[in-house]
């Protein structure tokens, strides 16, 4: 899944290939908006929080979640796309800018008063101006008992992780992703980590994993084999279980 910094990224794309211009076309190729016709619309800014990300015009604010396996292509009127045809979602064209969504996860179309309601329920943006690390903490304590692994990617605490960032930021912490919240010695410095890690994959790409993709590979410190477990949500027993990847010396359990 496409986590913040992807999406940050991706905003940053759309800003420079929109922003300031004049929609010439839009299709939305979802039904609730197949017949919306944003054609002569200005884009006033395009933004992201955690894996939202937003394009604007003056009365309306165009939401879209990459989810699995979106992403936003930038091309030239008439460039061939990269992608199949058939799996783009939106298209807003400017006179000189083509910009693509292929496989989005949502999409919705929002008066800009309201585009808060796409966000309320979120944790504080990682890579947004106003982060806020303390009100990150107070949601994280709100549930002592939740496991570190899930605790990072709940949205509801901070706004951007994803699996990858999650295993990233428990080995750098050398913290098994088990380990419930109330048990982390130095759960401000686990957060502080996280936003860390997130800002330099967003503003120093790309980021090389340390630990995630490298099941049964040499741990980066002490050269034991990581491992890849699932970590199930008691909360989301029907969400699919992603591995969370680890090393077994570095990240001893909480609880032995």
Not at 83 to 111: C, H, M, N, W, Y
Not at 115 to 138: I, K, M, Q, S
Not at 169 to 195: N, Y
Request: include cysteine; hydrophobic fraction near 35%; glycine fraction near 6%.
């Amino acid at each position: 899944m496409p986590e913040g910094d992807t999406v940050f990224l991706a905003a940053e794309r759309l800003r420079a290939a929109l922003v300031g211009k004049t929609l010439t076309r839009t299709d939305f190729r979802v039904p609730r908006y197949a017949t919306l016709d944003l054609r002569g619309e200005p884009v006033d800014s395009v933004g992201s929080y955690g894996k939202h990300l937003f394009v604007r015009t003056p009365r309306l604010s165009i939401h879209t979640h990459l989810k699995m396996e979106g992403t936003w292509r930038v091309y030239t009127p008439g460039q061939r796309w990269t992608k199949p045809g058939f799996t783009a979602r939106l298209i807003l064209a400017t006179a000189d800018t083509e910009a693509v969504g292929f496989s989005l996860g949502q999409v919705e179309v929002l008066p800009r008063t309201d585009e808060h309601t796409a966000t309320d329920h979120l944790g504080p943006d990682l890579l947004g101006p106003n982060w806020d690390p303390d009100e990150a903490l107070r949601r994280m304590r709100t549930h002592p008992d939740q496991p570190i692994g899930l605790a990072l990617l709940d949205q509801r605490n901070l706004a951007g992780i994803g699996n990858i960032y999650r295993s990233e930021i428990c080995f750098l912490r050398r913290v098994h992703p088990a380990t419930p919240v109330a048990h982390i010695d130095d759960l401000p410095a686990l957060v502080d980590e996280a936003h860390r890690v997130l800002t330099q994959a967003a503003h120093h790409p790309p980021w090389r994993a340390l630990a995630y993709g490298r099941h049964h590979r040499p741990c980066p410190r002490c050269a034991t084999n990581l491992l890849a477990r699932h970590l199930p949500d008691p909360d989301e027993p029907t969400r699919a279980d992603r591995s969370i990847y680890f090393c077994p010396r570095c990240q001893p359990p909480a609880f032995e």
